[in-house]
């Protein structure tokens, strides 16, 4: 099985990894295509249009991006 993610960008994504309690990780870009791991996830807490709670923490949504692994099968089943 390979593993991938899935970047949470609309209110639409994040309400439903909120309601099915996905573990979300956040990630602040970097240059040249590198990240920084800020917070190795948890359930949604709580969601406004400016910030994501997660784990206690408010994160605001124009600086990180939030990501759920994703699994596919590369068997292609």
């Known amino acids: 099985m390979n593993h991938t993610y899935k970047v949470l960008k609309s209110d639409i994504e994040l309400f439903a990894a909120a309601l099915s309690q996905a573990r979300v990780y956040v990630v ?24 994501v709670k997660i784990n206690g923490t408010f994160f605001m949504r124009n600086q990180f991006e939030f990501r759920v692994d994703v699994k596919k099968d590369s068997t292609g089943m």
């Open 28 to 51: 602040q870009p970097l240059d040249e295509g590198l990240i920084d791991i800020v917070d190795y996830g948890g359930a949604v807490e709580n969601i406004t249009p400016e910030s």
